[in-house]
């Protein structure tokens, strides 16, 4: 089965950096996954990472490291508009067509 | 990406009928899912909709409460029987266009049951 774990709620400032962390336990993984959901709206893709290491993509990056069973989200140059939930989610086994195995999320507030 | 259409957006309805939800995806996906997300929760699959067979359902759900069609690789619907006010949700429509890919979600449909 799947574990996924990550902080309910965080709160930054405008302009500051924040980190979001997910931690998993798997018994096999075939990627991870972050979205983002506004409230009322559904989840949109930011970033996925299969092996080790930073992807970054503008304001997003995202880390991986399988052997820890851990991920975070970096959030640069927070505006106001980041505030919503960051999803993360794992992909497992058998394979690429798996679907996706969500956290709860982490209510993220950005404030002035 | 994929242009995911669902409807309806969202519906009222009374305790014991059935709503059925579509989704119609503008290209031909490889995989196509349907979630459910409760009032302040994440997301958790109910089933993954087959082409052309019965649908794989999650340990919690069970056809005759969700009974989904997926007749050709654009389109698939799920039914919500005889509903419930445990059922009132979001449910959300998501495909997979190609493997190892990045799922993709429709804006989901909002269910209230009085």
């Known amino acids: 089965g799947q574990n996924i774990d990550q902080p309910t709620e965080m709160t930054a400032t405008e302009g500051a950096i924040v980190q979001i962390n997910c931690t998993y336990q798997?018994?096999?993984?075939?990627?991870l996954f972050w979205y983002q959901q506004h409230a009322g709206e559904a989840p949109t893709f930011l970033s996925y990472?299969?092996?080790?290491g930073l992807e970054e993509k503008g304001r997003f990056s995202s880390f991986l490291s399988r052997s820890k069973g851990y991920s975070y989200l970096l959030l640069k140059e927070l505006q106001m508009k980041d505030s919503a939930s960051y999803l993360c989610?794992?992909?497992?086994?058998?394979?690429?067509?798996?679907?996706?195995?969500f956290g709860k999320g982490t209510r993220l507030s950005v404030i002035a | 990406s994929a242009v995911i259409s669902q409807k309806p957006s969202r519906d009222i309805c009374q305790r014991g009928t059935s709503l059925t939800i579509q989704c119609q995806v503008d290209?031909?996906?490889?995989?196509m899912f349907w979630y459910r997300q409760q009032p302040g929760q994440s997301l958790t699959l109910i089933a993954t909709?087959?082409?052309?067979?019965?649908?794989?359902?999650e340990s919690g759900f069970v056809i005759d409460k969700f009974p989904i069609s997926r007749p050709n690789l654009t389109f698939s619907t799920l039914t919500v029987s005889n509903m419930s006010p445990e059922d009132s949700s979001i449910y959300l429509c998501?495909?997979?266009?190609?493997?190892?890919?990045?799922?993709?979600f429709g804006d989901g449909t909002r269910l209230s049951i009085l």
């Open positions: 290209s031909q996906v490889t995989m």
């Open positions: 990472n299969v092996l080790d």
């Open positions: 909709a087959n082409q052309g067979s019965e649908a794989t359902y």
């Open positions: 998501s495909v997979l266009l190609d493997s190892n890919q990045p799922q993709h």
């Open positions: 989610a794992v992909r497992p086994p058998p394979g690429g067509n798996t679907p996706l195995v």
């Open positions: 798997t018994s096999g993984f075939n990627g």
